[in-house]
């Protein structure tokens, strides 16, 4: 028993000992929240013991450091007088001021009897003051970017009312100005379907090719309607274009085969050199399996039909009614049955040749059928294009 708990007692003290030596390496890298963050979940309880003294040391260590170098980066983002760097400025405070609060909770540490003092300040007013400069410097950014009437700008300036109303709710118009950011940056897409062969394409089909939502396209800045709209400028248009659909005709195929095999026939006495039965150590008969060879003719028949859809997937620009990318689809579909009869021995028969005993003939799909189930590889194909495709804005 004490064997035991000097282990465990020696397991807890490596531990220790690793802990501390990386929160002094973090410290020594540059990594002062890191550190600061790894000394908090040491010292969240027992932070008396005496294994976690050093521990308390490079807390303030990394906290110490983890100020200067914020407030060094401050006094130089000042001194550029930058209005774009008031966003920045402000994040240090913020940071500087969490950072504080984080500790605060755990005070107050002692180390070799006597406290240690962390020097705080109060970043209240610089808080206010540079979240305000922030919130008007970006206000006034956006708004220019949200007059260009250009996409990429709009999305920039919705970014921008999205920062604000997180660090200053409801200023101003903000909230309406998001919304027409939005809209403003969104990429409209009309999908449409063009049939250019001599076949009717199944209306189920073609419902089905453009139900939007089983897609799962629209994004933020990406929307696709499949009707139009009144008075909506689309800014692209996804045309599905079927140029061809081959049916083929319906086969039968039949082949036959002859299987053989041994199986299991009962059993037979073992027999010794002198004709009498063999005994095993407990005075039992010795038997073995007896095999004997089967014979079974198979005749197999398989129904087999496939239909293709030869089609494309055209981007146009609306607004230049330049074609901007054109994407070849093709997709098949294969039905196929199988259904088997024999003769002679069925033990012959194993695997897959033995499920389709039990089938029977079935009718063939229909045209119609057959195009709409192509049409579903064909409807796995045309996300592909559309998930992968980039709009430029």
């Known amino acids: 028993m004490k064997k035991y708990l000097l282990l465990i007692t020696m397991a807890i003290v490596i531990v220790a000992c690793n802990t501390t030596k990386s929160i002094e390496k973090q410290v020594n890298n540059g990594n002062y929240d890191i550190a600061i963050n790894d000394a908090l979940r040491k010292l969240s309880n027992n932070k008396s013991k005496k294994s976690k003294q050093a521990s308390i ?27 774009e760097n008031f966003e920045d400025i402000y994040g240090l405070f913020q ?19 006597k406290e240690v003092k962390f020097q705080f300040s109060d970043y209240t007013a610089q808080i206010i003051k540079y979240k305000e400069e922030t919130t008007n410097y970006l206000y006034g ?25 997180k660090i200053n709710p409801n200023y101003k118009d903000v909230n309406a100005l998001t919304n ?15 049939n250019n062969t001599e076949q009717i394409i199944p209306q189920r089909l ?18 696709y309607h499949n009707e139009k709209v009144a008075d909506l400028n689309y800014d692209y248009t996804l045309s599905l274009i079927f140029k061809d659909i081959i049916m083929s005709p319906e086969h039968i195929k039949e082949r036959q085969i002859i299987q053989e095999k041994l199986v299991k026939d009962g059993f037979k006495y073992v027999l010794d050199s002198n004709g009498n039965v063999k005994k095993d150590s407990l005075g039992d008969d010795i038997k073995e399996d007896k095999f004997t060879k089967v014979t079974c003719e198979y005749l197999e028949t398989r129904q087999f039909k496939t239909s293709t859809i030869v089609a494309t997937a055209e981007y146009t620009d609306t607004k230049t009614k330049q074609l901007i990318d054109r994407f070849p689809i093709e997709s098949t579909f294969l039905f196929e049955h199988f259904f088997a009869t024999y003769q002679g021995d069925k033990r012959a028969i194993d695997g897959v040749y033995l499920d389709y005993i039990t089938n029977r003939v079935v009718p063939f799909p229909n045209t119609e059928q057959m195009i709409f189930d192509t049409g579903e590889d064909l409807k796995i194909r045309l996300k592909e294009i559309i998930t992968r495709y980039n709009f430029k804005g």
Do not use: C, H, M, V
């Not at 303030?60 to 001194?79: E, G, M, P, Q």
């Not at 073609?206 to 929307?223: C, V």
């Open 180 to 194: 027409d950011a939005l809209y403003k940056g969104q990429d409209i897409i009309l999908i449409t379907l063009k």
């Open 206 to 223: 073609e419902t089905d090719l453009l139900n939007i939502s089983t897609y799962g396209l629209n994004d933020l800045w990406t929307i």
């Open 95 to 113: 940071k500087l001021n969490n950072r504080q609060e984080q500790i605060k909770p755990i005070l107050p540490l002692y180390y070799s009897g």
């Open 57 to 83: 040391l490079l807390l303030k260590n990394a906290f110490n450091k983890a100020t200067k170098r914020d407030l060094d980066r401050i006094s130089y983002l000042k001194k550029d007088a930058n209005p």
């Open 141 to 165: 950014k956006a708004i220019i970017l949200l007059e260009t009437d250009d996409k990429l700008n709009a999305r920039q300036a919705y970014n921008d009312f999205k920062y604000i109303d």
